[in-house]
């Protein structure tokens, strides 16, 4: 399994029961579960598909294999699950390819509307910061997985939207 340390920097590779430890300089093999990396890369790229649709700052997100959800700083809701259902399908099947590229802090700092997630910045004392770029869509640095191109993701469906606090609206999208 693969979890964070309790510092929440550190990713930890932890064995499988009964499994024997290697030793320093062993040669290792890692599998990804393929299918399972694949839908969490399409829900994390129609995360940002999401995001674009909604103009506010994200407070926060979650994604699991078969749902995601995305918090915006929203305080009144003006938003209708069958309408982002529509307008975030409709990006999808416009097969927009996801770029990644790299800029440096600098240029970051001269563009701070590139960061849409409050209290999330990327790490300090980096060269360079990978953008995620679905143009004329998104672009944002982001250090997660994406799809090569939106129709890739699938058609999804907002199932939920619901209010978590006075300005905080939480949307959840998941498979169709």
């Given at each position: ?90 990006l999808i099947t416009a097969a927009t ?18 960061v849409r997630t409050i209290g999330a ?55 169709a």
């Open positions: 399994d693969t979890v964070y340390a309790d510092d929440r920097r550190r990713i930890l590779h932890v064995l499988a029961e009964g499994a024997a430890a290697p030793q320093v300089g062993d040669r290792v093999t890692v599998r990804i579960d393929w299918p399972r990396r694949h839908r969490l890369m399409r829900l994390h790229t129609c995360l940002h598909l999401l995001g674009a649709l909604v103009p506010a700052p994200v407070t926060g997100c979650s994604i699991s294999p078969d749902s995601a959800r995305i918090d915006f700083d929203l305080p009144e809701s003006t938003l209708d699950k069958a309408d982002l259902t529509e307008r975030l399908n409709a390819d996801v770029t990644v590229n790299a800029i440096t802090p600098e240029e970051l700092a001269a563009q701070p509307d590139l910045a990327p790490p300090a004392g980096t060269e360079r910061i990978r953008i995620i770029e679905i143009p004329g869509v998104d672009r944002q640095p982001c250090g997660g997985t994406h799809v090569a191109n939106t129709g890739e993701i699938g058609a999804v469906t907002v199932t939920k939207i619901e209010k978590k606090s006075r300005t905080n609206r939480r949307v959840v999208v998941a498979f």
